[in-house]
């Protein structure tokens, strides 16, 4: 379809001072010209009335399940998922079977996961076998191409290792992230720890397993220098180490799960396996600073953490079934009810009380302040995302057309058969969800129309 | 949802943790076991009020008392009891819980008596299911069935659940991996009672707040002042397994002897789940008039008739015709 003219047009498009009313054409697989009202004779029009276009988002952690376990996920069930959730990247995290500890493996699984209709990179674990114990060759894996190393699953216990992690990560220029728990802290424990899990009489795990670990890190990324990433931040006080430390100069960045923004432990109290997660969901109120935190701008972005098991590790006693949620494809909706809950903050109302944005708002039905907070979760699934990556994208001219478009005040009911997972694992099922993933385009390429793939 | 978890699909009902019964159904059970009661006093030891029923025992862990307590509770109604003999090593071998549950099922079961070494296997029971799920001691989560027979002691040594409302109640031992601490807590609460619960720190939840309860780490602090000491069955394995008090430190600590009985209130009563560690929890012999350990015995099994009677034969007036009824 070459030569083929596309012109976005009505919608609110991500830039990054806010959301504005802008047209975008595409030709090819580029964007040619974002402005106020585009010329559209001759072009194909999408219209994006009611509707904000994002960037494609890029999700830092994925577990593909590749290799390994086929019965829970298989490459194209997780590339149609990433899609239709208006992914355009995901990062997969090392902790398959085998382990990404090798040159060889790492590069084998990266051919592999080239053939994905959506574009999937590869992590490689910080330890061999992620025992903890010895690291990888860095300097071989990172001549082969990769960029990002994680034992997550399991932090880095060994304060030892991850002091020479980092150091490789100074040398090498490239990203080691943490999934920070305290082995000696979360030993035994299935959920978190609080008024939950004592009237279950389930082992708990304090949110300091996770905080302290990621003191540790910082005095460590103080020391060696490198770019620590930490993911799935779940504990109050890891949020406020993580700001002190980006306050002061230190390469550091975090994410955050839709699951960590939307629920709370007291889910937990029919023993559902859907919601055994890790990190385990905290309290309300954990949660709920979590949520304002976010708006706030303390994380770099959203990751899914998406995590499908076969039915039959979850259809087990609770303290002996896996843990993990599926998420990809319902990253944005859970995300946008989270972010649409607390209500405004004085400095929110004060921020956005102009006409313009009032106007702006106006056009698809949100508040002044709900449109500021649209913005921020766009942010943080889109570019913010890939600046964790490395990487550097937008809606501008001469960018690679990959965009997504979202009705933030369309409803939908979670329902494990609108997943495309082999697993079902989803910790929304029944529970209405916020804004939906309606169009999407690749590469130029229009890849999602009407909330369904086309390719 | 109110009262016993219902199965949706099935509309049968479960009694696997405290807050499925609300208070009206709690009352009407200590009606009903009272009822028993007077039936045991006469001639009618047996009936056949369960006739056509199958109950199934389902230990994953060994207790012969408590399963026991379940099959003369269902016999004595007329049921038919069958005891799946599975062992803690299907468990450790991974067999399936619902494939063993699917067994139960077919074979014809209404109901099922579960008694598991995992939190909250009755209650998945329950839902992956459409069995009746009995919870007969699950983990460190809960064991129903003994809070309510406790009640219903406490109701008849007291003078009615109406009584109860002033009374204090310390519950002694080791709280934190206590299912029955965790029932009665959630039982007592609502009827009135201050439940202080009583152990050394590591043996102590981390919120006891959430039990509704208050804590102490010094029995002899709350002794004078109780009406109900309720001592716990210590696990030797678990203190010898790593805990910080050893046998030793916590029976000079806690174990009801001599000298702390003589400091407990006149009129002040025992109650222990059994089986007692004698030298253990309790070094002392107690007066019949102060001590509700066999009456506890004997309760447990009408109040387990009173449970099989409010989930089998209700069901089948109402539950049973709901059956096909979709939603709550
Ligand atoms: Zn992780």
């Known amino acids: 379809m070459s030569g083929e003219k596309v012109v976005v047009k009505g919608g609110l498009v991500l830039k990054p001072a806010g959301l504005f009313a802008l047209d975008i054409a595409i030709e090819g697989e580029v964007i040619t010209e974002v402005s106020p009202a585009i010329d559209a004779f001759g072009s194909r029009v999408i219209d994006a009335t009611g509707c904000v276009v994002s960037t494609s988002f890029y999700d830092t952690h994925t577990h593909s399940r590749y290799p390994g376990d086929s019965e829970a996920e298989t490459i194209d069930t997780l590339s149609e998922q990433g899609l239709l959730g208006g992914y355009q990247y995901l990062l997969a995290m090392a902790n398959t079977e085998p382990t990404i500890d090798s040159v060889s493996i790492w590069k084998a699984v990266r051919e592999e996961l080239r053939k994905a209709p959506i574009e999937v990179d590869q992590a490689a674990s910080i330890t061999l076998g992620r025992k903890g114990e010895r690291l990888v060759d860095f300097v071989s894996l990172v001549q082969a191409g990769a960029s990002f190393f994680t034992d997550d699953g399991t932090g880095v216990g060994s304060t030892k290792i991850m002091y020479e992690a980092l150091k490789m990560s100074e040398l090498l220029g490239v990203t080691v992230a943490q999934h920070a728990q305290d082995p000696y802290l979360f030993e035994g424990a299935s959920m978190n720890l609080g008024a939950t899990s004592v009237r279950l009489g389930l082992i708990g795990e304090p949110e300091a397993s996770e905080s302290s670990m990621v003191a540790r890190d910082i005095e460590l990324l103080k020391a060696t220098g490198g770019r620590l990433h930490v993911l799935h931040v779940s504990a109050r006080e890891s949020i406020n180490l993580i700001r002190m430390a980006r306050n002061e100069g230190l390469r550091i960045s975090a994410e955050v799960t839709p699951h960590h923004l939307l629920l709370d432990d007291s889910l937990l109290c029919n023993f559902d396996t859907s919601f055994k997660v890790n990190p385990p969901l905290r309290s309300k109120s954990t949660q709920m600073a979590i949520v304002a935190s976010a708006i706030r701008g303390d994380f770099d972005a959203i990751a899914t953490d998406h995590a499908p098991h076969p039915y039959h590790s979850k259809q087990r006693p609770f303290s002996q079934a896996s843990f993990g949620m599926i998420g990809l494809q319902s990253a944005f909706s859970a995300s946008w009810t989270a972010f649409s809950e607390p209500p405004a903050s004085p400095t929110e109302t004060a921020i956005a009380t102009d006409h313009w944005s009032h106007r702006v708002a106006d056009r698809i039905g949100l508040e002044p302040y709900e449109l500021q907070r649209l913005h921020r979760l766009l942010e943080m699934m889109g570019p913010g995302a890939a600046r964790v990556v490395g990487r550097r994208i937008g809606i501008e001219p001469d960018m690679q057309a990959s965009i997504v478009i979202c009705d933030p005040t369309a409803q939908s009911v979670g329902k494990i058969e609108d997943i495309a997972s082999n697993s079902t694992n989803f910790p929304y099922e029944g529970r209405t969800l916020r804004g939906k993933v309606v169009a999407g385009f690749v590469r130029g390429k229009e890849i999602l129309k009407e909330g369904k793939l086309w390719f | ?328």
């Open chain 2, 1 to 328: 949802m109110t009262g016993f978890f219902s199965n949706p699909v099935s509309g049968r009902r479960s009694l696997t943790q405290i807050s499925d019964l609300s208070d009206s159904e709690v009352v009407d059970l200590l009606g009903r076991a009272e009822i028993y009661r007077k039936q045991e006093l006469g001639t009618r030891r047996f009936s056949d009020e369960l006739k056509d029923f199958v109950v199934a025992t389902l230990f994953f862990e060994g207790s012969t008392r408590t399963r026991l307590s379940f099959t003369l509770a269902a016999e004595r109604l007329g049921a038919r009891v069958i005891d799946l003999a599975v062992s803690a090593s299907s468990v450790s071998k991974g067999e399936s819980l619902k494939d063993t549950c699917d067994t139960v099922s077919a074979l014809g079961a209404d109901a099922v008596v579960v008694r598991h070494p995992n939190e909250g296997a009755p209650l998945q029971i329950a839902s992956w299911t459409s069995l009746a799920v009995v919870n007969a001691g699950d983990g460190c989560h809960e064991h129903p069935t003994q809070a309510l027979g406790d009640l219903f002691s406490l109701s008849s040594a007291f003078g009615g659940v109406g009584n109860l409302a002033t009374k204090k109640i310390a519950i002694v031992g080791d709280i934190l991996h206590s299912r029955v601490a965790r029932s009665l807590s959630a039982l007592l609460g609502r009827f009135g009672v201050k439940v202080v619960l009583v152990g050394p720190p590591d043996m102590m939840v981390d919120r006891p707040s959430a039990l509704g309860a208050e804590f102490s780490y010094d029995l002899d602090e709350v002794i004078g002042e109780v009406d109900v000491l309720y001592l716990l069955r210590i696990q030797r394995e678990r203190i010898q397994g790593g805990y910080h008090s050893s046998i030793d430190s916590y029976t000079r600590r806690f174990q009801l002897d001599q000298k702390r009985y003589l400091k407990m209130a006149p009129k002040s009563i025992v109650m222990h789940p059994g089986p007692v560690n004698r030298g253990v929890e309790l070094a002392v012999k107690l007066p019949e008039e102060r001590s509700l350990i066999s009456e506890q015995v004997r309760n447990g099994v009408l109040m387990r008739m009173a449970v099989f009677s409010k989930i089998l034969a209700t069901a089948s007036d109402d539950g049973r015709s709901q059956r096909g009824i979709t939603g709550d």
